[in-house]
């Protein structure tokens, strides 16, 4: 089971339905073999903000279209163990589908579902973890392989 906390602090409205998002979060999970229940918090913020995380976080001077905070495991079990965070920024989705909805649409599941594999330890840091997270992506979003990586 997934508890998904979303906070949009951005002007762009009614482009997600989180029903949708706790759906594929549903399938992450279970398909990474979790069986306790988790949380996971989402933000959608503009660039300004994105940079700054990006920043504070990877001193990185740029914005960036998903980053996500792994909490870890807790040192003794609690009811429902706290994943992480994921942030969006609305602004790069808006731009690389220059404004249209329905690839908007698509473009926050594929981030939502990059950042969920982050903080489930999955990373991209050569070619060969590339490769298997695109292939979890793509079959998590029901999309061929080439489909399942960011733009």
Same mark, same amino acid.
């Given at each position: 089971?997934?508890?998904?906390?979303?906070?949009?602090?951005?002007?762009?409205?009614?482009?997600?339905?989180?029903?949708?998002?706790?759906?594929?979060? #549903?399938?992450?999970?279970? $398909?990474?073999?979790?069986?306790?229940?988790? &949380?996971?918090? +989402? /933000? %959608? @913020?503009?660039?300004?903000?994105?940079?700054?995380?990006?920043?504070?976080?990877?001193?990185?001077?740029a914005?960036?279209?998903?980053?996500?905070?792994?909490?870890?495991?807790?040192?003794?079990?609690?009811?429902?163990?706290?994943l992480?965070?994921?942030?969006?920024?609305?602004?790069?989705? #808006?731009?690389?589908?220059? $404004?249209?909805?329905?690839?908007?649409?698509? &473009?926050?599941? +594929? /981030? %939502? @579902?990059?950042?969920?594999?982050?903080?489930?330890?999955?990373?991209?840091?050569n070619?060969?973890?590339?490769?298997i997270?695109?292939?979890?992506?793509?079959?998590?979003?029901?999309?061929?392989?080439?489909?399942?990586?960011?733009?």
């Open positions: 089971m997934i508890t998904l906390e979303i906070n949009n602090q951005t002007s762009v409205k009614r482009l997600f339905q989180k029903k949708t998002l706790l759906q594929l979060a #549903e399938k992450i999970i279970q $398909g990474e073999g979790i069986e306790e229940a988790v &949380e996971v918090s +989402l /933000l %959608f @913020c503009d660039d300004a903000f994105m940079e700054e995380l990006n920043h504070q976080y990877r001193n990185l001077e914005t960036t279209d998903v980053l996500s905070f792994p909490q870890g495991t807790p040192p003794r079990p609690v009811e429902r163990r706290m992480g965070d994921i942030v969006i920024s609305m602004d790069v989705v #808006e731009e690389r589908c220059k $404004g249209r909805r329905d690839d908007m649409r698509k &473009e926050i599941c +594929l /981030l %939502f @579902c990059h950042g969920m594999l982050h903080l489930l330890g999955h990373d991209h840091e070619d060969k973890k590339r490769r997270m695109q292939e979890k992506q793509a079959w998590y979003l029901g999309v061929p392989f080439d489909a399942g990586w960011l733009s």
